[in-house]
């Protein structure tokens, strides 16, 4: 023995060696798991009737009720349990061997079914998204269609039971649907049994005969008689038939006819996928139950419990004591019987319908069920219960396991074309995911339209991703369904695939953020030359962007194309200019990359300091290292400006600087100098790849340098009354901005003692009060003038000078008389609004380019230390590659600012129009003099 566990708690044992196969089993386990040959009715030549269909959520709809009816027996329980013998799928069969009767039960539960639609309905909410329901709901019908085919290939006789008494035309489709599938499996279903000890005929059509259907209806309450008429002069004649039986025959004409009409039922029989009996009943109504099913069971319990006087006291047990109990309660599977008085025929009950068309199996007559006027006779083959089974495993291992033992084997490879077959069912069954799809379909060319409108022939990702944006817009006003999903993804195919098509549009942007104008193409390697016919062609970046730019000096003047990269931008246009204008000129040479091998790499982005980490060094720096002090008083203070508000210059360790409240214009200090990082030993192996910052790598130098440092000639070179002498200068706008510089101070009482001369006239004697009245002695102060100029360019090459923050320089003539200490002890923004604007809505700014330094003959330093922010934090600070450098006296310097700013990570962009310019600035602190 062996056994297993009941969904109810009670335990079926299949007896194998006794008599009696106790209660029903799963068929996975009385055809995978049992051994026939230990069954004492191996022999026993058995019917095979095949239960299938929908039930109602009332008591004893279920379809297991049938087979309690049938075997006069209480073979399953009144009630469903939660856990339907251990199932996982909610699709599965319980088998149910009669022996009695000789007569083998397939009960087939799926979703049809309300209990486990419920079952299906709470897994769906709990672990299924909403997005793959559909999905679900179609693969359960998958598993029961092909539950149902195996029902069809190993059954003699199949119940469609349906909760109604009216057919649910939907059965039309899913026969046509599972008679296709049959007939495209058939061929592996052959290679199956092959080997099986059954008949020539049985191998043939992989089925034992072709299968009766007979149809089971619930009234439900449906069918109601009238009351008859109280009036006793007019007399109803008798009718022959009831009116179950009249409903009974007119669903038996309905169905016929919808059957031959959609060619499921033919003449031949043997091609069909089912037959029904042309002289036999083959539909069958049962009466409804009472509609409130607790007073159903208080009835059934009361009646139960009455113990009448004919029955005996000792109580009975076993098959007699159910059918009492049967009998009593009188279930909905009953026979219903009429009068016989009223001249009506008597009908017969649900085993006496069912019995008449076993018998013929039973007695091995088979079914006549072929039609016409050349009927062909269908074979028929009554097999015993071993032999049923050997070819029943092997199909359920097929059709419902899909079990494969390997894909090299016979069977796997007959499996997998039994599982490729089932695409026939979604066209048949799937009726919804057909309109869905048709309805997608006639979406996609809509959509398509809606994506080419207004494009131009070659566009951006930006482009490509809004315009395909508003054809998924247009789309799902008008697909719906569970295809949606799919004609999705084929409009996402196919607007890409229009888009890379010749229609792609160069993705590079320039440093001054405008994207190429070529479409998508490559690069020339060195030495290459463009080939714009190639496929992808190989081309340069180009924006059609032109502006005009200054040389380093300023003093000439040339078109140039919008840069893609560093090196075009700050250092090649620039090397254009050498031989004609600035190559003769003296300049401070910035220190940059020298390799000492032959293939050098350039720095990883991950050695990068953080910005956080800069700043914390930059302070325990500070405090580590002293600041000397002021050895002399700037211009301010001889102006009456205090020395607090003033402050010392505190030299940083990093060029960038960060703390510009400790620069101050104009001081002069003398402190302590200490190592910076370019005069550190540089590496010789790796280069920097952008410019140098407060964020990149320490020990790193460019390829080449960004800044520039020129000696335009001597001091007496700038005429203070004329300005510069250069071109392309707004009127008014070319002048310096005069910058006094204290070289020593001291008071005229000094230089009377010193002298030891009379006094001079109105002059008192030191220690007394004169007539004058004056506390105090005046100072005379030797000062030296330098220059100073922040030069401005727009992209048109109109230049000018600014004399403080967003202030343009205007003078009528005469010099300038403002003085040069606000700018230095401001932050000067990097970009202003240029003078003259377009007719476009569209601002046009104005760089700073270059800073003009008139250094004096005298005996003094003058520092020049320029720190760039070019953006918001935590955009890093720039600075030339040489942080702190002394210009030489008597001389006119020109410092060329880097013409655009790139990190390793990118590059720092011009402002939008809508961002602030305040953030774009040179910070203070750029000039500081120190005298001698």
């Known amino acids: 023995f062996f056994f297993l566990k009941h969904c109810s708690g009670s335990k079926y044992c299949v007896k194998m060696k006794g008599r009696v196969m106790g209660s029903p089993i799963p068929a996975r386990v009385l055809l995978l798991e049992s051994d026939p040959e230990q069954a004492s009715w ?61 007569v083998l039960y397939l009960i087939l539960t799926s979703v049809c079914d309300t209990y486990q639609l419920m079952q299906a309905c709470t897994d769906l909410s709990d672990h299924i998204p909403h997005a793959e329901a559909h999905e679900f709901w179609k693969s359960e019908e998958k598993m029961y269609c092909m539950s149902l085919l195996y029902i069809f290939c190993v059954c003699h006789i199949v119940l469609l039971v349906h909760p109604t008494c009216s057919f649910d035309i939907t059965y039309d489709r899913l026969f046509r649907a599972l008679d296709n599938l049959r007939q495209k499996v058939l061929p592996s279903l052959k290679m199956i049994i092959k080997d099986c000890a059954v008949g020539k005929e049985w191998k043939l059509n992989c089925r034992p005969c072709p299968p009766r259907l007979l149809f089971v209806f619930q009234l439900n309450g449906a069918l109601k008689l009238e009351p008859k008429n109280q009036d006793s002069s007019v007399i109803d004649k008798p009718k022959k038939h009831s009116p179950k039986r009249r409903l009974q025959h007119a669903l038996e004409d309905q169905i016929y006819r919808i059957f031959r009409k959609s060619r499921v039922l033919t003449n031949q029989s043997i091609n069909c996928l089912f037959t029904v009996p042309a002289n036999q009943a083959f539909v069958y109504v049962v009466p409804g139950q009472d509609e409130d099913p607790i007073g159903m069971l208080i009835g059934m319990l009361r009646s139960t419990c009455t113990i009448k006087e004919s029955e005996p006291l000792v109580p009975m047990t076993g098959p007699r004591r159910y059918q009492s109990m049967r009998y009593a309660r009188q279930p909905s ?127 951006t990702t930006t482009v490509h991703k809004n315009q395909l944006t508003q054809a998924l817009r247009v ?343 403002e003085s040069a200490l606000k700018a230095l002890n401001s932050d000067m923004p990097l970009y202003i609004l240029s003078p003259s604007q377009g007719r476009g809505l569209k601002p046009h700014y104005a760089q700073l380019m270059r800073l003009f330094i008139v250094v004096p003959d005298a005996p003094l330093q003058i520092i020049l230390t320029p720190q760039v922010q070019p953006g918001p934090p935590p955009c890093p600070i720039f600075y030339p590659e040489k942080q702190e450098i002394t210009l030489p006296p008597d001389g006119l310097w020109v410092l060329r600012f880097p013409y655009a700013y790139v990190t390793e990570r990118g590059p720092c962009y011009p402002p939008k129009e809508n961002q602030q310019l305040l953030s774009y600035k040179v910070l203070r602190g750029i000039l500081k003099s120190v005298p001698q």
């Open 42 to 102: 191996k022999d026993d030549e058995v019917c095979v009737v095949g239960i299938f269909g929908k039930s109602s959520f009332q008591v004893k709809s279920e379809k297991c009720s049938l087979i309690n009816t049938l075997c006069d027996k209480q073979a399953f329980p009144l009630f469903h349990e939660e856990d339907q013998d251990g199932q996982q799928s909610n699709t599965f069969i319980q088998t149910y061997y009669n022996q009695e009767n000789k």
């Open 475 to 817: 789309y799902s006003q008008h697909a719906r369904g569970p295809g949606f999903q799919k004609y999705a993804v084929q409009l996402h195919e196919d607007c890409y695939k229009f888009w890379s098509n010749g229609h792609q549009l160069c993705e590079e942007r320039s440093l001054t953020d405008q994207h190429c104008v070529h479409k998508f193409h490559l690069l020339p390697k060195q030495g290459e030359k463009p080939e714009p016919d190639r496929n992808p062609p190989v081309l340069y970046h180009n924006s059609r962007a032109r502006t005009t730019s200054s040389c380093n000096c300023g003093r000439k003047q040339a078109p140039r194309d919008d840069p893609f990269d560093i090196k075009a931008a700050n250092y090649d246009f620039y090397q254009l200019f050498d031989e004609k204008c600035c190559g003769k000129l003296d300049r401070i040479h910035f220190p940059v990359f020298q390799p000492s091998t032959p293939d050098p790499a350039p720095a990883r982005n991950e050695t990068c300091l953080a910005p956080q980490e800069s700043e914390g060094e930059k302070l325990r720096e500070k405090e580590i290292h002293t600041q000397a002090e002021s050895t002399g008083l700037s211009l301010a203070l001889s102006l009456g400006q205090s020395v607090d508000s003033l402050g010392t210059y505190q030299t940083d360790s990093h060029a960038g600087g960060e703390n510009p409240e400790a620069n101050i214009q104009g001081g002069e200090a003398k402190g302590e100098k200490r190592p910076s990082l370019v005069d550190r030993q540089a590496s010789t192996v790796e280069y920097l790849p952008g410019m140098l910052h407060s964020n990149c790598p320490k020990g790193l130098l460019p390829k080449f340098s960004s800044w520039s440092l020129i000696k335009l000639g001597p001091a007496k070179t700038y005429n203070f009354h004329t300005g510069l002498d250069q071109q392309s200068f707004i009127p008014g706008t070319s002048y310096l901005m005069p910058w006094d510089i204290v070289i020593r101070s001291r008071s005229e009482d000094e230089v009377d003692l010193d002298t030891n001369s009379w006094p001079a006239p109105n002059k008192a004697i030191p220690g007394k009060r004169g007539a004058s009245g004056m506390g105090r002695s005046r100072r005379r102060d030797d000062v030296a003038r330098a220059y100073v100029g922040y030069e401005y360019e727009d992209s048109r090459g109109r230049r000018f000078m600014s004399s403080g923050p967003d202030k343009m320089m205007k003078v009528m003539g005469g010099g300038p008389k």
């Open 333 to 459: 599977f009953t026979v219903e019987s009429s009068s016989s008085s009223s001249g009506q025929l008597v009908d017969c009950t649900l085993k006496e319908f069912l019995w008449q068309h076993v018998e013929l199996v039973l007695a091995k007559k088979g079914f006549d069920d072929s039609v016409g006027r050349n009927p062909q006779p269908s074979h028929f083959e009554l097999p015993t219960y071993k032999k049923w089974v050997s070819v029943a495993s092997k199909l359920f291992e097929a059709v419902i396991d899909g079990k494969e033992d390997g894909l090299a084997s016979l069977n796997g490879e007959l499996t997998l074309k039994i599982q490729g077959q089932l695409k026939v069912l979604e066209g048949f069954l799937d009726a919804d995911t057909k309109f869905s799809e048709n309805r997608c379909q006639k979406a996609l060319p809509l959509a398509h339209s809606a994506y080419q409108s207004n494009l131009p022939h070659n566009y």
